[in-house]
């Protein structure tokens, strides 16, 4: 099972998304690779920000860290999302435990040239820890969570599990 040293952006990403993905994810159903929106994502992500490093940190991936330790993501969407704080409070909170003193995340969103900046707060700290342990709760379920409404699942690459009955 998953351990809190096992969980990544996708988990934190999830979790904020769709508690039932990250269910079906735990469990090794990955249908992503057949997603047109995860491709999209993909494309942007590889011709987006060329010339910098991503960081391996294991479980966590982030796209890349500047000289004053903001971590910075790039993000196919339009608009920020509760989820892609998360993870960049996720990104943050791992970098503090390998001692990088992270300040905080810029989210970049080329499809709109926007940039939103996120400091990592003691408060953003707590809430990287009270994510993790939401992760873990829902690898421990025994059972799926509820599913969202028909519409909230446009576009998602599970879709296929949850609603094929």
């Known amino acids: 099972m998953i351990g809190p040293d ?12 769709c508690r039932r993905q990250l269910w079906l994810y735990l469990r090794g159903i990955r249908p992503e690779h057949l997603s047109a929106t995860v491709q999209l994502g993909e494309a942007v992500h590889d011709t987006s920000y060329t010339r910098n490093t991503p960081v391996d940190l294991g479980a966590a991936k982030l796209d890349f860290i500047d000289g004053q330790h903001w971590v910075h993501e790039v993000k196919s969407s339009t608009r920020t999302t509760p989820a892609d704080q998360a993870q960049g409070r996720h990104y943050c909170h791992r970098l503090h435990l390998v001692g990088i003193d992270a300040q905080g ?12 900046r996120h400091p990592y ?12 342990a939401d992760v873990l709760a829902v690898a421990t379920a ?6 969202l409404t028909r519409t909230a699942c446009r576009g998602c690459s599970f879709t296929d599990y949850c609603w094929t009955e």
């Not at 096992?6 to 998304?17: Q, S, T």
């Open 6 to 17: 096992d969980v990544g952006g996708v988990h934190i990403k999830y979790l904020y998304h």
């Open 105 to 116: 995340t810029v989210l970049h969103y080329p499809k709109t040239r926007r940039t939103q």
């Open 121 to 132: 707060t003691p408060e953003a700290a707590d809430q990287a820890l009270a994510d993790i």
């Open 142 to 147: 025994s059972t799926s969570p509820d599913r």
